[in-house]
T-cell receptor
Framework: DAGVIQSPRHEVTEMGQEVTLRCKPI?????LFWYRQTMMRGLELLIY????????DSGMPEDRFSAKMPNASFSTLKIQPSEPRDSAVYFC??????????????FGPGTRLTVL | RKEVEQDPGPFNVPEGATVAFNCTYS??????FFWYRQDCRKEPKLLMS???SGNEDGRFTAQLNRASQYISLLIRDSKLSDSATYLC????????FGQGTELSVKP
């Protein structure tokens, strides 16, 4: 079975450009999470969805960040405009209600974003 | 104060050594606790849950002390393949990850 799929795997862009990160969760999973990982701050939850509805976006750093989940098999995280401090690895993860109780989340391979 | 705190390490140990990682959490209402493992430049993966009574999975033993808000992970007979970053995770609704403890097992 395919795991969580993220694209692109690497993105290098210039400050001020729009960046769109994409995620396909595992089929049948009803929770989807977006995380950001940096050396300084570790792994931080940005936003999560349940049944395509955003539940908690308190981790979204500012209005430059937005996330959507138009259907059960696709989500995007957009940064506009991007800044050098947005450079990080962005992970998408998915799980089911039952597995969530057991702390299980399945992470994608991540998108390594560099903003110059 | 961070919600979940870990010693970042790195812990450099020889093969066969026993190594212990500690973690503290600030929210006494936290419900569940886990250890995740993250290999270099890879995604985190669930290693094991942590129960108040303590639990073992092969060479790995996890313990929870709710009164002290303290979690531990013990690795016995460490292998080269155990080299990774170990993330302490606390659940109170969503998962809160510690920054991780890096382990390097040397031949």
């Amino acid at each position: 079975d395919a795991g969580v799929i993220q694209s692109p795997r690497h993105e290098v862009t210039e400050m001020g450009q729009e960046v769109t990160l994409r995620c396909k969760p595992i089929s049948g999973h009803d929770y989807l999470f977006w995380y950001r990982q940096t050396m300084m701050r570790g792994l931080e939850l940005l936003i999560y969805f349940n049944n395509n509805v955003p539940i908690d976006d308190s981790g979204m750093p500012e209005d430059r960040f937005s996330a959507k989940m138009p259907n059960a098999s696709f989500s995007t995280l957009k940064i506009q405009p991007s800044e050098p401090r947005d450079s990080a690895v962005y992970f998408c993860a998915s799980t089911t209600s039952g597995m969530a109780l057991g702390g299980t989340q399945y992470f994608g391979p991540g998108t390594r974003l560099t903003v110059l | 104060r961070k919600e979940v705190e870990q010693d970042p390490g790195p812990f450099n140990v020889p093969e066969g050594a026993t190594v212990a990682f500690n973690c503290t959490y600030s929210n006494s209402a936290s419900q569940s606790f886990f250890w995740y493992r993250q290999d270099c430049r890879k995604e985190p993966k669930l290693l094991m849950s942590v129960y108040s009574s303590g639990n073992e999975d092969g060479r790995f033993t996890a313990q929870l002390n709710r009164a002290s808000q303290y979690i531990s992970l013990l690795i016995r007979d460490s292998k080269l393949s155990d080299s990774a970053t170990y993330l302490c995770v606390v659940q109170g609704g969503k998962l809160i990850f510690g920054q991780g403890t890096e382990l390097s097992v040397k031949p």
